[in-house]
């Protein structure tokens, strides 16, 4: 699956849930959302591998 | 995993997108208390807590006065995106805004301490330009809370500490401030933006990544996630202090006139430097 959204798009060959995905890209769950085929996706959500994901960092300033 | 209260597809936490949206709705009017018939100053950057909070107090309280007050600190290839966006919502929402600049940009005077220069310059312009409302309304969320909390543990700040929920000293130039987001994480702010089709920049400070701050909000989310309910325990803690601010004397800057502990206040010290 191709992810959006982090420093640079990137390839990544991924099944299995939302969580284990970011726990994959050592991301921290707390800090982020993950938008799946354009809508906002629970932890839970099982992925395929050919969605197209769009990852979200909460933390911004001010 | 299914929603705790309807059994559609959970979306975030334990709900879906109707019953978080209700749920969060419902947790900031909680924040906001009773504000019938008082004048309303939101504080406003344009990011997406506080267009958030802007939305929201409109939505609870559409007959009262309202102002959106934007303070533009001068950070360049930051600031001016989300002041397009505030002024997009605005329009949309039919709320008057108000900006304001640091007399010296910040990019002229950050030093080392960007961070704790910007607060104290923040908090002095929120102060003054919101005077004659009621109350000023922020969009300071868990995360910001809890982040604040600890770094006022760790660098001993007692007077920072004491005044995180209001002033040290009951005084009448200073606003009553209100932070409705203080029970609700930056994840569910973001979650709550992204349901409801809102859009602005999300670009981070740049000064946001050196500072200690920083440090904090990394181990804590850190924390968050092995131990959930950390952020919120931190504030509740806190609350149950019952910190009780005093009615001493303060006098007043002897350059601008606002109120002051010392002869010449935090921010005219930073500005005439
Ligand atoms: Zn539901
Ligand atoms: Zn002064």
Redesign the pocket.
Known sequence: MIIKGLDKELEFDFRGSVLALLKALKLNPVEHLVIVNGELAHESKHLCGNEEVKIIRVVSGG | MKCESCGKPAVVNKYCKTCFIKYFEKEFKKGLGNLKGKSLCVAVSGGKDSLTTLYLTKKFYPKNKILALLIDEGIKGYRPHTIKSLKKYAKEWDIPYKIVKFEKPLDDIKGSRACSVCGVLRRYYLNKHARGFDVLITGHNLDDEAQATLMNVFMRYASRFKRMTMPLVTHKLFIKRIKPLRHLSEREVMAYFILKGFDTPMDECPYARSSFRDVVRTALNEFECKHPGSKLNIIKAYDSLNISNSTGHLSS?I????P?SNE??Q??KILRN
């Open positions: 800057c350059y601008c006139n606002e002051s010449v206040c921010a005219c």
